[in-house]
């Protein structure tokens, strides 16, 4: 399959602080390809330079054939935005914003309030669509933000971490989304700093840190990296002090990392047989009741580890 | 072009939609118009200008019907508000006064001016050539006090105004009667003169106040014609503050970026938002004008130069706009600056005190303020001038607007639309 964009050696400096450092990658078309990294690693100036908003200070990318540097308008046509923070104006309504942004990437007429309707159905936005946008729930002005970025049916979709700050039921529903156009055969290229996110949606992955790819492959190329290391999922029950457990089994010889996030703590050993003792023997110290235990192959979070030595989290 | 439009017309939308803004934009004039026409008494039955005992010196060299006729106007009963008239002798005196700034007008009616209107035996011998001598009535304007001249102006226009259609209408049924062979050239010129007393009383020299006791076609000046355009343009800074303010309020939200990625030039995106301030202010104006006309019973005065005078205000405050905002840091920033900057306009450009009880240096100054001269073309308007008359404000207005635009597109291309 031939590659719709292509990443060379793309650099941004601000003064003497460097944002991205040289990256390369490039991206099938009709693949998800997830840029996963902390925050501050870089992603959003990548997507900033990809989407021709800032210029690159060194290197060069090709969408569709054509130059972010020497052919921004080209670029433009091709490619549709989620940006991360919500871009929508807050006092018109969904409909309104929509055919406003569909004008402004030249639709018009009858195919449209055609196409608006298409997205609002898409985005299960169709009953709430004459109401001002500053009366929706933060999820509902995400599903919005995101119909944007599809009106005019770009052949390639960046979406900046469209997942962040809101509720388990739009995020899965933003997830679906996604699959549900690169099923129609958009390719998307799709930031986040959420593990299981790129793990779900793509094959292939960058991981960017500090502003340098460090990471580069297919979920099963990259976590080969790691070696054999497992991943022990520890439940509590919602009382019990996770991070303060997360930081005492990070001394055990057996812990190379300990992670806490909502009432559990993710454990990175080389061995779950083995570190499970330790593990179990700590919580009770504490008097804290392991409530269950799920143990898991290598994963993104493990790479992550492997190469900065800091949880995505951190 | 297309998109320049777009944009604009989203942002007319979006501000009409701000119920804060709209408060500010519309009801705030509104009120206050109706504030200071309550105070000045607009809207009672006795109400008057605004304006009175105007200082004018009249220098009569003519001392015969008409010249004596406009003396008594001006110490008339129903002037004797408005004006405050002195006599002098010496032409030479009279200008100084305006020179020194201690009179409004100087009024020097020559010798010969009655002579010179009234028709003569040898008018009527030889028709359409007037042997005559033209003598003119010298109106010496002191230009400091640009509104009170005008009035003095105005009346010495209507003046002569009614005087020519008295002398034309007493011509002609003269002529129709030595043509009818009824009277003869010398007893025409031994007739009376017109009844020109009557027709130029000054009650009915249209130079009334009140519009509720004007007669005919008058030339009126409404104080509400000065406070109301006024109480507008102090808002319309507002306005255009704000506009300029939603560029950095686009930044700051995404929404300009969002529209820099899309395949629309920067330019158009700056054109749209400065076309979205222009037609967001040019309504405003107009609803304002269109309410004070609907409610008040205000009249602006000639349409074409009210809509002229409204678009090249409109302008000159987004330049002023434009700057702002390309000066700031943060929309709270244009917010704090254009708010003091609205009133420090308002104050030097007359929206509250009139500019006449200024200091000659301060009126000098106001002329940086869109305020001075939009005002200066209202009261032109309001005093019967038309479109034709407002030629060097609409000029200023419009060079004021293209000069500030050029320094705030320079100021924007050198922070980068984008940066944050």
Redesign the interface.
């Known amino acids: 399959m031939a590659s719709i964009l292509e990443v060379q050696n793309l650099v941004k400096k601000y003064g003497d602080f460097t944002a991205v450092d040289g990256i390369s990658f490039d991206i099938q078309e009709g693949e998800i390809f997830s840029l996963l990294g902390p925050n501050g690693a870089g992603k959003t100036t990548t997507i900033a330079m990809l989407s021709t908003l800032y210029a690159p200070t060194a290197g060069d990318a090709t969408i569709g054939g054509h130059s972010i540097t020497r052919e921004p308008m080209e670029v433009r046509r091709v490619i549709g935005v989620v940006p991360q923070d919500i871009a929508l104006y807050e006092d018109l309504t969904a409909r309104e914003n929509l055919v406003f942004w569909g004008r402004m990437y030249g639709l018009s007429g009858k195919s449209l309030h055609a196409r608006v309707d298409e997205v609002l159905e898409q985005i299960g936005l169709t009953d709430r669509s004459k109401n001002r946008v500053k009366t929706y729930s933060g999820g509902m002005k995400r599903r919005v933000n995101i119909g944007v970025g599809l009106l005019h049916k770009p052949r390639m979709l960046f979406m900046d971490e469209p997942t962040v700050g809101i509720d388990p039921q739009s995020r899965r529903a933003i997830l679906d989304t996604v699959k549900e156009l690169n099923r129609q055969g958009m390719t998307v290229l799709y930031t986040t700093h959420y593990m299981e996110e790129a793990e779900e949606l793509s094959v292939r992955v960058g991981i960017i840190d500090h502003g340098k790819l460090i990471a580069l492959g297919t979920q099963k190329e990259l976590t080969r990296q790691v070696g054999q290391t497992e991943t022990l999922i520890l439940h509590l029950g919602e009382n019990d002090d996770a991070p303060t457990l997360a930081a005492a089994l990070t001394g055990l010889p057996q812990v190379l990392n300990a992670d806490a996030a909502d009432h559990s703590i993710s454990v990175i050993t080389p061995s779950a047989a083995d570190a499970l003792a330790g593990v179990v023997s700590r919580a009770n110290e504490r008097g804290i009741k392991i409530r269950s235990i799920d143990i898991r192959e290598p994963n993104l979070e493990a790479v992550f580890l492997h190469l900065t030595g800091r949880a995505l989290r951190d | 072009m297309l998109?320049l439009l777009?944009i604009g017309f989203?942002d007319l939308?979006?501000a009409f939609?701000?119920r804060a803004a709209l408060i500010l934009m519309l009801a705030a004039p509104f009120v206050l118009t109706l504030g200071l026409g309550l105070v000045t008494g607009r809207f009672s039955s006795n109400s008057n200008s605004g304006f009175e005992n105007i200082p004018v010196v009249i220098v009569n060299q003519d001392q015969q019907a008409l010249g004596n006729l406009l003396v008594e106007i001006f110490n008339s009963e129903d002037l004797v508000d408005l004006v405050e008239p002195s006599l002098v002798a010496d032409p030479e005196a009279a200008r100084r006064s305006i020179d020194e700034d201690t009179a409004a007008a100087a009024i020097i009616i020559p010798a010969g001016f009655t002579e010179s209107i009234l028709p003569r035996a040898e008018d009527f011998a030889s028709p359409g050539k007037s042997a005559s001598q033209s003598v003119q009535i010298e109106v010496y304007l002191n230009p400091s006090r640009p509104t009170s001249a005008g009035i003095i102006q105005s009346i010495v226009d209507e003046f002569l105004s009614r005087v020519e259609e008295a002398r034309l209408a007493g011509l002609t049924s003269t002529l129709q009667l030595i043509r009818s062979g009824r009277i003869t050239p010398q007893q025409a010129a031994s007739a009376p003169p017109p009844d020109l007393r009557a027709a130029t009383s000054a009650a009915t020299l249209a130079i009334a106040i009140d519009s509720s006791t004007a007669q005919g076609e008058t030339v009126q000046f409404d104080a509400l014609a000065y406070i109301a355009p006024g109480m507008a343009l102090l808002f319309l800074m507002y306005t255009v503050t704000q506009g300029g303010r939603s560029i950095l309020a686009e930044r700051a939200?995404?929404?300009l970026?969002?529209?820099?990625?899309?395949?629309?030039?920067s330019a158009q995106i700056l054109g749209g938002k400065v076309f979205g301030i222009f037609l967001t202010g040019a309504a405003q104006m107009l609803i304002l004008i269109g309410a004070s006309s609907l409610f008040f019973g205000l009249k602006w005065g000639d349409p074409l130069g009210v809509i002229a005078l409204v678009l090249a205000s409109v302008v000159g405050a987004t330049g002023w706009g434009m700057l702002i905002t390309a000066l700031a840091r943060s929309p709270n920033q244009v917010s704090t600056v254009g708010t003091a900057v609205m009133l420090i306009f308002g104050i030097l450009g007359g929206s509250f005190i009139n500019l006449e009880n200024m200091p000659p240096a301060v009126q000098t100054f106001s002329r940086i303020t869109p305020n001075a001269w939009s005002l200066d073309g209202f009261t032109t308007l309001g005093l019967g001038g038309t479109l034709a008359d407002l030629g060097v404000q609409i000029t200023a207005l419009l060079l004021m607007g293209a000069v500030l635009f050029g320094i705030a597109v320079l100021l924007f291309g050198r922070k980068n639309l984008?940066q944050k």
């Open positions: 998109k777009l989203k939308r979006v939609r701000d939200q995404g929404t970026s969002r529209l820099l990625i899309s395949p629309t030039h984008v």
